[in-house]
């Protein structure tokens, strides 16, 4: 009999200890209102546009952000700068093989490899992979994360990419016709 209720207070200790620890949550994110927002540069001024998310999560474990994964519809890129023929022409060329190539790869990727805390409540440091055209490469940015939303700003170099169109890093006497690799991406994500 003692056995048998060592065992049993043995159980629901257990269940009581699973019962009260939070797991892991995997949330996924608004794609109708969650937004990129971006800037690229060339030697005689920028443009600037949208672009949307196909899909993507955030996952949590205790209120604490540990990873996420965010495919992006590279297809919906579009200028905001711009309009009429204007907008229409530098929207089908970043859309063209030269930049973005949409109609081989419609979407991009963003996987949370690392994800640690700088220190303030929802405030993190992100290591991440991110897949352009069939090319992957670590990024690294910080990230806003609470109440439903979260917010980052991250920097991109094109040519790590293979979008050698217009770059001074591939071409020599462009001039200023040279569009510079670095261009940025301010996320939007509620979720």
């Given at each position: 009999m003692?056995?048998?209720l060592?065992?049993?207070?043995i159980?629901?200790?257990?269940?009581?200890?699973?019962?009260?620890?939070?797991?892991?949550?995997?949330?996924?994110?608004?794609?109708?209102?969650?937004?990129?927002i971006?800037?690229?540069?060339k030697?005689?001024?920028?443009?600037d546009?949208?672009?949307?998310?196909?899909?993507?999560?955030?996952?949590?474990?205790?209120?604490k952000?540990?990873?996420?994964e965010?495919?992006?519809?590279?297809k919906?890129?579009a200028?905001t700068?711009l309009?009429?023929?204007?907008?229409d022409?530098?929207?089908g060329?970043?859309?063209?093989?030269?930049?973005?190539?949409?109609d081989?790869?419609p979407?991009a990727?963003?996987k949370?490899?690392?994800?640690t805390?700088r220190?303030?409540?929802?405030?993190?440091r992100?290591t991440a992979?991110i897949?352009?055209?069939?090319?992957?490469k670590?990024i690294?940015?910080?990230?806003?994360?609470?109440?439903g939303?979260?917010?980052a700003?991250?920097?991109?170099?094109?040519?790590?990419f293979?979008?050698r169109?217009g770059?001074g890093?591939f071409?020599d006497?462009?001039g200023?016709k040279t569009?510079?690799d670095?261009?940025d991406l301010?996320?939007?994500i509620n979720?």
């Amino acid at each position: 009999m003692k056995s048998f209720l060592f065992s049993l207070s043995i159980l629901l200790f257990s269940v009581a200890s699973f019962a009260t620890g939070i797991e892991p949550s995997k949330k996924s994110i608004n794609v109708a209102t969650s937004k990129i927002i971006w800037k690229g540069y060339k030697v005689t001024g920028s443009h600037d546009g949208t672009v949307s998310f196909k899909s993507g999560s955030l996952t949590f474990d205790n209120n604490k952000l540990t990873g996420g994964e965010l495919v992006v519809d590279v297809k919906s890129l579009a200028v905001t700068d711009l309009s009429g023929g204007g907008k229409d022409k530098l929207e089908g060329h970043l859309k063209s093989p030269d930049f973005f190539g949409v109609d081989t790869h419609p979407t991009a990727a963003i996987k949370f490899v690392k994800v640690t805390s700088r220190g303030k409540e929802g405030e993190y440091r992100v290591t991440a992979n991110i897949t352009i055209k069939n090319i992957t490469k670590e990024i690294k940015f910080d990230a806003n994360v609470a109440n439903g939303t979260g917010t980052a700003a991250i920097k991109i170099d094109r040519s790590d990419f293979d979008i050698r169109y217009g770059s001074g890093s591939f071409f020599d006497s462009l001039g200023d016709k040279t569009i510079y690799d670095e261009f940025d991406l301010n996320v939007a994500i509620n979720f």
